[in-house]
């Protein structure tokens, strides 16, 4: 449930997928978006494998070196899709222990590489 709040809904959105398609052409990338009126998944930074010795029709497709940035599928041709990797959990939010009732956001960042400030030193810059 708490993936679900941190993704809108979609639980799986930045996971990592692999996809058959019905041409049994394998890809994996990560999952960017499920749109449910055009019926389409779309993947990110997707490799396409071919048909791993998986016979389509009787060709066979080679697997590519590229890495393509966005691949949209239509749903109806998916064969079969599975979560390789889930999203990874969000880093807990730093809170801060200011009592301003003005300050709507707090930015926690750290800048000891930058000023040459003692490890783990902690700046908070309003936004």
């Known amino acids: 449930m708490a993936d679900q709040q941190q993704t809108g809904g979609t639980p799986y959105i930045g996971a990592r997928i692999s996809l ?24 990110q930074n997707v ?35 599975h979560v390789l990797s889930p999203v990874a959990a969000a880093p807990p939010k730093p809170s801060h222990n200011i009592p301003d009732p003005a300050i709507v956001a707090v930015e926690v960042c750290t800048i000891s590489h930058v000023l040459h400030v003692p490890q783990h030193t902690t700046v908070f810059r309003l936004i």
Request: with cysteine; hydrophobic share 35%.
């Open 20 to 43: 058959l398609s019905n041409a049994l052409i394998r890809y994996e990338g990560t999952l960017y978006t499920i749109d449910t009126r055009e019926a389409t998944v779309a993947l």
């Open 47 to 81: 490799k396409c494998f071919g048909t791993e010795n998986r016979v389509s029709g009787g060709q066979s497709v080679p697997a590519s070196d590229n890495t393509y940035e966005f691949i949209i599928f239509r749903g109806k041709d998916i064969k079969d899709l």
